[in-house]
Every structure is written in C-alpha cells, then in structure tokens.
C-alpha cells in the first residue's frame, strides 16, 4: 500500500486569485466608508487568531487529499495432488510406498511455507476417484490453504487398499473437478503399476494443451527381487481346549518362484515375545497358494500370528505376517460313561461325603479333575442286561434312571465311552440315536476292550460297527486273555493329540513309549482303510500286528477304539500309568476326550449352519445352508431362518454401504434398500431347501472386490414367531489376485513419459517439490487507489472550530460580541 500527498482544489487557481483580489477590494472600500477600526479592536493576538483562520479556509479550498494506492487482490493457484490407493502402494520394507508418499507431501510443505501460495486439493484413486482432506495425511488444517468451505470433523486417516489402480479414469474425472479455471499443475503420486497403462499417456497430452503440466513422484524401491504376501488366514473364532485347530493360510507370491521359504505359527505373549507352536516348509508358487497348517490349543489361548521368512530382496515385509485371534470354548463337556465290569460298588467316605466307588471310579476321576469336564457314570449291574446310573450325591438310592430317554437328553451329552458294554445294554432305538448324534451332531464316541466289548458283546454288524475306526471279526469272539498285550506306540512324524502327555517333545515320546501293557483285550482285525488313524498296536501271535488304540472320523464326529481292557483284572498298569498320582493315565483319558468332543459342541445348538467351502473367489457363489432343531432336538423346518452380512474388519475401513454379495435372485427385497449387493446389516430370510429337512440359500460373490481381500461373517439367528431360538456366525473368506498384485514391481518409466507427455517434471525428494510449489506464478489482480480530501478528516476540522470558537470568545471579552 502506498501514501501519496496531493491537492484537489473545486476551484482553478484562476477563479481563486481574483476572488482573492475582488475580496480585497471590497475590504477596502469597507475601511474608506466605515473609517478606520476602533482602538480596542486593534489587538496583535486577534489579528494572529483571524489570520489562522483566514489561512484555514484557504487551505481548505486548495483541497488537500491523500491518496492511498492499494495492491491487487491475490489468485492463490490451484495445485491437485493424485495419491495412488490401490494395494501396491501398502508394499515397502520398514515404511510403505503410502507411508513414503505422505511424508514427502508434509516435509515440502513444511519447507515451503508462506513462500507458497498454492491451494491444495487432495485426491485419491484405486477403484475410483475421491477427495481427501489433508488431515486424512496427517497434516495440520493450518498446514495447506483450504480450497473452499468450512473445516468439517476430522475424517479417519486415508489409507491404500483398492483393489485396481485406473489412473486413466482418475485423470479423466479430474478435470471435472477444476472450477472456474484449470489448476497450475497436477501432481501424481504412484508406483506406476495401472491397468490401463495405454490410455494413460493420451489423455497426458490433452493436459499439455490445457497447459496444466503433470509432475509426478514415482515411489518404489527398483532393485528389489519380488514380494512374498499372507494375504488371508481361515481359522476358527473358537476351539475347545488341547484339541486340534486346523488353520488354513493363503499366499501371494511374486518373483521367487521354486524358492523355499518358511512359514510359521506363533503365539504372542504378553511381553511381546513370540513362541513357536508350529511351522512347515513351503516352496513358493507364482499366484496364490493355500498351505495348511494344524496346531494343539492350549488351557489359555493367546493372540496368534501367522509369519513367513522374508526373502533377502523382497519389496516388502510387511504384508509377511497376519495376526489372529482365536478363544477358548470353555463350554463343560459332558461324557456318558458306561460300564459293563460286574464288580459291585461300595461306599467310601471320602472329605467328609459317602461316594459310591466301583470299577469306574479311576476314569471317572481322572476326567473330573479337568474343571471343564463332567462325567457321568451308568453301569451294568450283576445279573441285569441294562445300564443304570451312578449317583454318588444320593446314596439312598445310589442306582439312578439308565441310558438318556430322549433325543434331546442324549445331545446334551458330548462323548460317550462304552467300556465292557454288551450290545443288548442298549436298544435298537438309542442305537439309531447314537448314530445320528455322531453322524449329524458331532459326537464322539469310543469303545474299549473287554469280554462284551467289539466282537464278544455282539456288535459286529451294529450301527456302532459302522461308527467305530476298526473292523470286527466275523466270528464273534475277539477277547483273548493270559497273554499282556504290549502297546507299541506310532512315533514317526508329528504325535497325534491324544499322545500329547507334555510339552517337550523328546521327553514326550520316552513317556509314551513307556505305555503298560494290558493283561488282556480284544484281537481286532485292522483298521478301517482311508478314514481311520492307528495311534498304537501290539505283535500278533501269528505275525504283523493288531490295532491297540485307532482313531477316525464318522460324519461330523469321531470315534475311538482301544483294545485293551480299562477296569480290573484286564486294565494291567494301565491305571496306574505314570508316578504316584498316575498323571499320564488322567492325561492320556483328557486328551482322548477333547479329542473326541472337537466338534460335538454343534451337538447342543438348535441352529446349525455350514458353507460349502471355506474360502471362495470373486464370481463363485456361497452355498449356505442351516439345519433347525426343535426343543426335542428333532429336526424342524417350522422356523424361520434370518441371516445378515457383517463385515469383519471395523467399519471405519469399509469404502462402501453394500457388502460384496449379491442379493439372491428371485428373493422377495423388504429392507428397503436398493441396488445390486446386500447391503451390509441387511437381514435376509433361508428358504426352506426342498426335498431336503434344512435351509439354504445361494449368494453369488461379485466378480471384483473393492479390496484385494475381504473377510466376511454371517449371523444366521433362528425364530419361532418373534421368540429367537438360537443365532450362529460363519466366518467366510473371499480372496482375489488382482491384477494390482500380480506384479508389485513399480513403473517409474510409466511415470517418466506421463511428465514428458504433459510437460511437467519428475520429482524425487521433498526439496524439489517444495521448490515447485515456491515457484508457481500467482495471479495478481490491478490495484486501486483511495483518494481521502484533507476536510473530511475530523482533526482539521477540530482545529478549524476551535480557532472560530478562540476568536469569538476574545472578541466577547473586549465586548466587540
């Protein structure tokens, strides 16, 4: 702003000076006719004071003025800013390429400062364009001059994971983005790894006719060998304790072809130490590769993370490890044990309380000292074909009701152990029942050895001769005694759970090589071929040898058969198997149990749902299914089935309402919402299947996902009426290769010609961006002058009144007034 001093007088210094000389003339004419002026008038002072005056005026009709020049209003530039937030751009080693990019943008404008006047406007593109405000970037709202509008709540932070880099779409929607007038340039962050790399370049040169150069930044480290990704891991939200957890992991690998690589399982402690509990070898194939992997729960599970080695050269570790969590079932098991010795109990005071012991009472015991074990016990009695029950709290009546009188009694129960049992303890109808229990809800169930067990109680032929891991002999006796059978365990490999007495491993396998012999059992012939698991055998007389302890799976559950015999005479030092308190024995019975139960928690629900894959690809469709069980646990279809897709990653990361299934064709649509995709949290009803007793519905996946991986829940909950009956949730994981990670290498040459093209620049550090905001010309508009006239500032016309008011008080005083 400028101050320049002038005069603007209204009149000409012409008209001025012969009004001055005519005022004269009349003053003295006025003096000739008037005479001259009285004595007491002629006063110096007052003559000074009217002279003050006179020359006030004068001044006044020269019209003094100030004149203020002021610059032109300043045009900040427009700068647009293209973030790459496609998946690629999560790859780097210590820091990503995202990580890269937002550092670079703060530092040059932290060095730039007031000398840059640019505006800055945000954008992102993957999928699809969008504005991001610079606080998604972690910078200071004072950091960058806003483009416009008031400062809304805080966005959460922008972060890369689209599934698709179209930098030809991002930089066609751009230009509808620039107003009034193009942008001073537009720079472009990225790896350069776009789809439509060819339509690129063209669309640069129309930029270069709109004058609006396109600087870019290539990120990405070019000397590196390739990437090795955990891309997703199916796992159980939930197991029982010291059972086998099966996880599923998938990989993406790129570059390291053939090479070996390492992947690892690993418990998190609470000091930030991770443990090992299991890994295997793996060679890397291009593409995506599925590698199981199989561990033991413990009492306590911890956080969990799935790792892989990282190659020497690799783009980056990151994206090496994948955290999960998975609890523990602490649901009570319940085991039926029966038992067919003919030796009658007694009762013992034990702490102060009359307990009924038998044969049965060192399993009983050795289950019930798991707090998450309940064992309830029916036994034979002397003379009696049937089963009844043990009560040791009642002992007026220690012999209770027998073996469960309904469907639903039965699947409250999760393991059943038939030690010594004829088949004419139990009827044909519970027989049907345990068939299905196992088959269908995921019981286990186990026999042992004895003179009414296998072959010798006349089970060949029965339903549980279907059930069991182990063939009988045709001829119905199979107990042999007065030889021990000598338990020979299977070592080789990995142990089975059930072997799983300690944690060290070789002091493990010296314990269980030490198994007691049994003093007798049953001779059974083999193992069932494909479906069963032999843990032990014994020498057979005639040579080869004979199944001890096999395990295996029917339908949903699992069974067990050891040959020996568990009760006196024919247990040997089974029993008493390990120390004084006879701890290998109680383990080995736990084991065996949780084992057995792995899958019998289904057993209880009413609402049983299942997925006919555990991962899927984009274009497949989700075959979901569910089975209803009334208050009998007989099946119903008198429910109504009502399922919702949630996300399993916190919605704050979600880029879209809808999840990525399609609403089933043909389903009436009452929610409300509309569009191709079942929004997320929108219910939807099973249909009843047809010629079948269950539910299911067909959910088609959508051909791409808006991430490169997506990990599904669905809630499925149950009503009779408005009365929910039960709820479940399957955890569904969708995987994609997209084209984005088929080549994680950066294209810095894709880059360079987009600059050359549009005549814009390569920038690598933050000093030359920084230099390139400084450097952008600003638009200055013409400047205004303000023109101020001396009179009408209230300080002169203060004086000028105070002088009129000076002289006449005086000339009041000398009475001339």
């Given at each position: 702003m400028k101050l320049l001093p002038d005069i603007a007088p209204p009149l000409s210094f012409q008209f001025v000076a012969e009004l001055a000389i005519a005022a004269i003339v009349v003053l003295i004419l006025l003096r000739l006719l008037a005479g001259p002026a009285a004595t007491i008038s002629r006063r110096a002072g007052l003559y000074v004071v009217r002279g003050l005056i006179l020359l006030a005026v004068l001044a006044l009709l020269f019209n003094p003025v100030r004149i203020q020049e002021l610059p032109g209003s300043i045009d900040a530039p427009d700068v647009f800013y293209l973030l790459d937030a496609s998946t690629s751009m999560a790859m780097g080693t210590g820091a990503t390429r995202w990580d890269d990019v937002t550092a670079m943008i703060r530092a040059a404008h932290d060095k730039a400062g007031t000398r840059s006047h640019a505006r800055l406007n945000l954008f992102r593109f993957g999928q699809k364009l969008s504005a991001i405000e610079p606080a998604q970037i972690g910078m200071a709202p004072s950091d960058v001059p806003a483009a416009g509008g008031k400062a809304a709540k805080t966005p959460p932070p922008a972060k890369p994971g689209d599934s698709d880099t179209q930098l030809a779409g991002a930089l066609r929607q751009i230009s509808s983005r620039f107003g009034r007038s193009p942008p001073a340039s537009i720079v472009l962050f990225s790896d350069g790894q776009a789809r439509d790399a060819a339509d690129v370049e063209k669309i640069a040169g129309s930029f270069a006719r709109l004058k609006v150069p396109i600087h870019v930044v290539p990120v990405g480290d070019t000397t590196r060998g390739g990437d090795v990704a955990i891309v997703g891991v199916v796992a159980p939200d939930r197991v029982r304790r010291f059972s086998q957890v099966d996880v599923q992991v998938f990989l993406r690998s790129f570059g390291y072809e053939g090479q070996n690589a390492r992947l690892v399982l690993s418990s998190l402690g609470e000091n930030g130490l991770q443990h090992e509990i299991t890994s295997t070898p793996i060679t890397l194939r291009k593409g995506i590769q599925s590698v199981p992997l199989a561990f033991q729960s413990e009492a306590q599970m911890r956080k969990l993370e799935v790792s892989i080695s990282p190659q020497s050269d690799e783009i980056s570790t990151a994206n090496n490890r994948f955290p999960i969590e998975i609890s523990i079932d602490r649901t009570k098991i319940r085991v039926l044990y029966a038992e067919g010795n003919g030796t009658r109990t007694q009762q013992v005071v034990r702490n102060g309380r009359v307990e009924q012991r038998g044969p049965f009472s060192e399993l009983q015991e050795a289950l019930s000292e798991d707090p998450d074990i309940e064992c309830v016990v029916l036994m034979s009695l002397p003379g009696a074909t049937d089963l009844r029950r043990i009560a040791n709290a009642n002992v007026g009546g220690a012999y209770d009701r027998g073996f469960p009188d309904t469907v639903a009694e039965l699947s409250a129960f999760d393991c059943i152990i038939l030690s010594n049992v004829s088949r004419a303890a139990i009827s044909e109808k519970h027989l049907k029942w345990i068939e299905n229990w196992v088959n269908q809800r995921g019981g286990g169930l186990c026999m042992t050895g004895g003179q009414f067990s296998f072959g010798s109680g006349g089970w060949g032929g029965s339903v549980v001769e279907q059930i069991l891991p182990v063939a009988l002999r045709e001829s119905a006796e199979d107990f042999e005694y007065g030889s021990p059978i000598v338990v020979q365990a299977m070592l080789s490999g990995r142990v089975h759970p059930i072997w799983h007495i300690v944690n060290d491993d070789k002091q493990n396998r010296d314990i269980i090589r030490s198994f007691p012999p049994f003093?007798?059992?049953?001779?059974?012939?083999?193992?069932?071929?494909?479906?069963?698991?032999?843990?032990?055998?014994?020498?057979?007389?005639?040579?080869?040898?004979?199944?001890?302890?096999?395990?295996?799976?029917?339908?949903?559950?699992?069974?067990?058969?050891?040959?020996?015999?568990?009760?006196?005479?024919?247990?040997?030092?089974?029993?008493?198997?390990?120390?004084?308190?006879?701890?290998?024995?109680?383990?080995?019975?736990?084991?065996?149990?949780?084992?057995?139960?792995?899958?019998?928690?289904?057993?209880?629900?009413?609402?049983?749902?299942?997925?006919?894959?555990?991962?899927?690809?984009?274009?497949?469709?989700?075959?979901?299914?569910?089975?209803?069980?009334?208050?009998?646990?007989?099946?119903?279809?008198?429910?109504?089935?009502?399922?919702?897709?949630?996300?399993?990653?916190?919605?704050?990361?979600?880029?879209?309402?809808?999840?990525?299934?399609?609403?089933?064709?043909?389903?009436?649509?009452?929610?409300?919402?509309?569009?191709?995709?079942?929004?997320w949290g929108e219910e939807f009803e099973l249909a009843k299947a047809p010629g079948k007793e269950g539910y299911d519905i067909q959910l088609p996946i959508a051909e791409a996902l808006a991430a490169a991986n997506q990990a599904l829940r669905i809630e499925l909950t149950a009503y009779e009426d408005l009365t929910q009956v039960d709820s479940t949730s399957l955890n569904v994981q969708v995987l994609d290769d997209p084209f984005e990670l088929q080549n994680p290498f950066p294209n810095h040459e894709l880059m360079s010609r987009i600059a050359a093209v549009s005549g814009g620049k390569v920038l690598s550090t933050a000093d030359e961006l920084a230099r390139e905001l400084e450097g952008i010309p600003v638009k200055v508009g013409p400047s205004t002058t303000r023109t101020t006239p001396l009179w009408s500032r209230w300080e002169i016309l203060i004086v000028l009144v105070g002088l009129l008011t000076a002289e006449w008080i005086w000339r009041r005083k000398l009475g001339l007034a």
């Open positions: 003093s007798a059992g049953n001779q059974l012939p083999n193992a069932k071929p494909n479906i069963a698991t032999v843990l032990a055998t014994a020498p057979r007389a005639q040579g080869g040898d004979l199944p001890v302890i096999t395990v295996g799976h029917y339908g949903k559950g699992r069974s067990m058969a050891l040959a020996g015999g568990i009760t006196e005479p024919w247990s040997g030092e089974f029993t008493r198997w390990g120390q004084e308190d006879h701890r290998y024995y109680a383990k080995f019975w736990r084991n065996a149990v949780y084992w057995l139960t792995e899958s019998s928690s289904i057993g209880r629900r009413r609402l049983i749902a299942s997925t006919d894959k555990k991962s899927y690809r984009p274009g497949d469709t989700i075959a979901l299914a569910a089975l209803a069980y009334d208050e009998g646990a007989n099946r119903t279809r008198d429910y109504r089935i009502v399922a919702m897709i949630e996300p399993a990653a916190s919605t704050t990361e979600l880029n879209s309402d809808d999840s990525p299934v399609r609403w089933p064709d043909g389903l009436q649509r009452t929610s409300g919402q509309e569009g191709p995709f079942i929004a």
